[in-house]
Nanobody, 115 residues
Framework: QVQLVESGGGLVQPGGSLRLSCAASGIIVSINAMGWYRQAPGKQRELVARITTGGSTNYADSVKGRFTISRDNAKKLVYLQMNSLKPEDTAVYLC?????????WGQGTQVTVSS
């Protein structure tokens, strides 16, 4: 059974940084991409960042230049380095792994940016 577990969320002041990690357990074949979505109260789920197994990355316009996604394919780890955080980045951040057959999701980690 595949499980994704996120860590690294918390409370941070505006301008601060956090690094989110997502570790996958279980067997996953034919991984296409890994990434992060976020869900803020009253808002639609938003794709934050995505990285393919080939290393190509995509970012939401709102986080470009501030967030960096990276991964370790062999270890099934994906990271999200978040710098210059803003109050509007407050959300539950969920990692995902997209394979040829299905998409796996984590439970999410809360990120709160507030003074």
């Amino acid at each position: 059974q595949v499980q994704l577990v996120e860590s690294g969320g918390g409370l941070v002041q505006p301008g601060g940084s956090l690094r989110l990690s997502c570790a996958a357990s279980g067997i996953i074949v034919s991984i296409n991409a890994m990434g992060w979505y976020r869900q803020a109260p009253g808002k639609q789920r938003e794709l934050v960042a995505r990285i393919t197994t080939g290393g190509s990355t995509n970012y939401a316009d709102s986080v470009k230049g501030r967030f960096t996604i990276s991964r370790d394919n062999a270890k099934k780890l994906v990271y999200l380095q978040m710098n210059s955080l803003k109050p509007e980045d407050t959300a539950v951040y969920l990692c995902y792994i997209n394979s040829h057959y299905t998409t796996y999701w984590g439970q999410g980690t809360q990120v709160t940016v507030s003074s």
